[in-house]
Each structure stands twice: as structure tokens, then as C-alpha cells.
């Protein structure tokens, strides 16, 4: 599966921005989704995870109460809703797929990386 970001942009610290991730030729259902992000000269790290059947989600503490991921299986679509963001939210953001049902931010668990969206928020 080939997963593909997009949404991204420039936005001011307190805006809001939605991404969406999307799957050339499979259904995500039956895919475990999760968005990670990579900020200049550091490790791509965990965003969030949204189980395959329960909708069950995950998220770093880094955006509790601030990023919500969702999806549609009629739009094979998962959004990652990002609200109040911050200048240290800056990075290329990407989604992938796992199989995998535990260790959600282990990032070796995931496939399909795309090319990811650039999300800048400026001071």
C-alpha cells in the first residue's frame, strides 16, 4: 500500500490546518493508520494512530487536546485535524500503515510512507 499526505501549508501559531491521507488502490480499512512528523535535523516521531476497525486512537502528548485524527472508510480517507498549532509543530508531516496492533509510535512498524506535507507555523 502507498500511502500519500497532503494539506499541508503555512500558518500563523493559534491557526488550524487539516491533513489528509489517502491510499492509491487499497482500501485503508484494513490498515491501522498513523501520522508521524520530521522536523529539520531530527528523528521522525509519532503524531497519532487510529485503529482499523474500532477507531480506537492514540496520540503523542506533544498534541493531546490539540490534534484529533479521524477517518472515513466510505472516502478511504483518514484527516489529521491539527488546532491552536505552534511554532515547534513545524515538520514535513507523513501517514502510514501498520498491521501491527501494538507499539503505535514505533516508527520501524510502518509502511507506505508517501512524500509527506509541509505544515509550517510561524511566531
Known amino acids: 500500500v502507498q500511502l500519500q499526505a497532503s494539506g499541508g501549508g503555512l500558518v500563523q501559531a493559534g491557526d488550524s490546518l487539516r491533513l489528509s491521507c489517502t491510499a492509491s488502490g487499497r482500501t485503508l480499512t484494513n490498515y491501522h493508520v498513523g501520522w508521524f512528523r520530521q522536523a529539520p535535523g531530527k528523528e521522525r516521531e509519532f503524531v497519532a494512530r487510529i485503529h482499523r476497525s474500532n477507531g480506537a486512537t492514540s496520540y503523542a502528548d506533544s498534541v493531546k487536546g490539540r490534534f484529533a485524527i479521524s477517518k472515513s472508510n466510505i472516502k478511504n480517507t483518514v484527516w489529521l485535524q491539527m488546532n491552536n498549532l505552534k511554532p515547534e509543530d513545524t515538520a514535513v508531516y507523513y501517514c502510514?500503515?501498520?498491521?501491527?496492533?501494538?507499539?503505535?509510535?514505533?516508527?520501524?512498524?510502518?509502511?507506505?510512507w508517501g512524500q509527506g506535507t509541509q505544515v509550517t507555523v510561524s511566531s
Open positions: 502510514a500503515a501498520t498491521t501491527v496492533v501494538g507499539y503505535v509510535a514505533e516508527v520501524n512498524n510502518y509502511y507506505g
